[in-house]
């Protein structure tokens, strides 16, 4: 687990959390390294599903980095169910800039709902 608290905003449907960068999350050039941008991004879109009682792993993440992350800096990230299609679900993720909003990295990703398991 990643030890992040989530919020969910009734208001509109989005899971939100916060996040300061440490070093451990340090890739080059003092931003923080691509795949943790992605896994943040994977845990806060997975956090929304799980807060509806989805349970459905990643069948695809795309993520695309607009402004790079830096360490020691705080950052927001939400996400939200754009649409569900049977077993499909379709979420968004960002992670913004607090001070000024600005979009740091966005996320499109599918989650597919686990089949259960037939009873005997």
């Known amino acids: 687990s990643l030890q992040l608290s989530f919020v969910h905003d009734h208001h509109d449907d989005r ?18 390294h691509g795949g943790y ?7 806060t879109m997975g956090k929304c599903l799980s807060t509806k009682g989805i349970k459905a792993p990643t069948a695809s993440l795309t993520v695309n980095f607009r402004k790079p992350m830096l360490v020691h800096r705080p950052y927001r990230l939400e996400a939200w169910i754009e649409e569900s299609r049977g077993r499909k679900n379709f979420l ?13 990295a966005e996320a499109h990703a599918l989650f597919i709902t686990l089949r259960t398991p037939p009873t005997a």
Do not use: N
């Open 15 to 32: 899971v939100k959390t916060w996040l300061t960068p440490d070093a451990r999350m340090h890739g080059s050039l003092q931003t923080v």
């Open 37 to 43: 941008v992605s896994l943040l991004l994977d845990e």
């Open 92 to 104: 968004r993720g960002e992670v913004r800039d607090p001070d000024d909003g600005s979009l740091i």
